[in-house]
C-alpha cells in the first residue's frame, strides 16, 4: 500500500516560491510515475507536472513551465514541485499522486483517472 503525505503550501505574495513536498511509503517500489494535480474551487482537477523515474522524462502545463520544477530526492522518497514567480491564477488546491505505468502512459498531461494513489492535499494560496 503506497501511502501519500503533501506538505509545504501556505500563502504567498505573486511573485514568491514554495516548495511543495510529497513523502511517500514504499514509493518506488510500487510507481514509476508521479505527478502534481491543482484544484481550484469550481474548476476540475487539472495536471500541473509529471515525472516518470525510468527516464526522468516530466511534463508540464503550459501555465506552469518555466515557473514550476517537479524533481525527486535520490533515494525516490520524495516527490518535490519547486514553484517559483507565483500568480493569483496558481491558487489552488495542489494534489501529488502516483501510479504504475509505462514510459509511454506517463506523459503529456497527467490523466486524473491513470493515478491511482493520492495524497490528501495541501492548500496554496496567491494574493496580489
Known amino acids: 500500500q503506497v501511502q501519500l503525505v503533501e506538505s509545504g503550501g501556505g500563502s504567498v505574495q505573486a511573485g514568491g516560491s514554495l516548495r511543495l513536498s510529497c513523502a511517500a511509503s514504499?514509493?518506488?517500489?510500487?510507481?514509476?510515475?508521479m505527478g502534481w494535480f491543482r484544484q481550484a474551487p469550481g474548476k476540475e482537477r487539472e495536471g500541473v507536472a509529471s515525472?516518470?523515474?525510468?527516464?526522468?522524462?516530466?511534463y508540464y502545463a503550459d501555465s506552469v513551465k518555466g515557473r514550476f520544477t517537479i524533481s525527486q530526492d535520490n533515494a525516490g522518497n520524495t516527490l518535490f514541485l519547486q514553484m517559483n514567480s507565483l500568480k493569483p491564477d496558481d491558487t489552488a488546491m495542489y494534489y501529488c499522486?502516483?501510479?504504475?505505468?509505462?514510459?509511454?502512459?506517463?506523459?503529456?498531461?497527467?490523466?486524473?483517472?491513470?493515478?491511482?494513489?493520492w495524497g490528501q492535499g495541501t492548500q496554496v494560496t496567491v494574493s496580489s
Open positions: 515525472l516518470y523515474t525510468g527516464s526522468g522524462r516530466t
Open positions: 514504499k514509493y518506488t517500489y510500487s510507481t514509476n510515475c
Open positions: 499522486a502516483a501510479y504504475s505505468g509505462s514510459w509511454f502512459s506517463c506523459r503529456g498531461e497527467p490523466r486524473v483517472s491513470d493515478f491511482r494513489y
